[in-house]
């Protein structure tokens, strides 16, 4: 598991959320998830009676990488959810917690570009 730190400001690693490191995979390539039709997540990452999920619907699919990101606590389970060409696509317009951003645009200059754009 790859757990960012901000080396600039010492020795504190960047948050999903209060006490929850963000995750972050090595290689984007990692990234495997699906791309198309309905998915169910975990309850463990969206606590709901009903975790279906269509991702063909590009709001439903932002909101999906949104909570991936922000809920995951090991690289298995970015590995699962998220598509990383489709990480790369979505990334300027995902809200997600600033030490989410961080940590990934760290280890992966190419998103900190995409928020650029």
Same mark, same amino acid.
């Given at each position: 598991?790859?757990?960012?730190?901000?080396?600039?400001?010492?020795?504190?690693?960047?948050?999903?959320? &209060? =006490?929850?490191?963000?995750?972050?995979?090595?290689?984007?390539?990692?990234?495997?998830?699906?791309?198309?039709?309905?998915?169910?997540?975990?309850? *463990?990452?969206?606590?709901? &009676?009903?975790?279906?999920?269509?991702?063909?619907?590009?709001?439903? @699919?932002?909101?999906?990488?949104?909570?991936?990101?922000?809920?995951?606590?090991?690289?298995?389970?970015? *590995?699962?959810?998220?598509? =990383? &060409?489709?990480?790369?696509?979505?990334? =300027?317009?995902?809200?997600?917690?600033?030490?989410?951003? @961080?940590?990934?645009?760290? *280890?992966? &200059?190419? @998103?900190?570009?995409?928020?650029?754009?």
């Amino acid at each position: 598991m790859t757990v960012a730190r901000d080396d600039r400001r010492g020795r504190t690693p960047y948050q999903a959320r &209060p =006490g929850r490191r963000a995750v972050v995979v090595s290689d984007l390539s990692e990234l495997r998830g699906p791309t198309s039709g309905v998915v169910e997540l975990p309850h *463990r990452l969206f606590w709901q &009676p009903d975790r279906h999920i269509d991702i063909a619907r590009p709001a439903l @699919l932002a909101w999906m990488y949104e909570t991936v990101l922000r809920e995951a606590t090991d690289v298995e389970e970015l *590995r699962t959810w998220l598509d =990383g &060409p489709t990480l790369v696509r979505l990334w =300027g317009g995902l809200f997600v917690p600033r030490g989410v951003r @961080l940590a990934w645009q760290e *280890r992966h &200059p190419e @998103l900190r570009a995409r928020t650029a754009a």
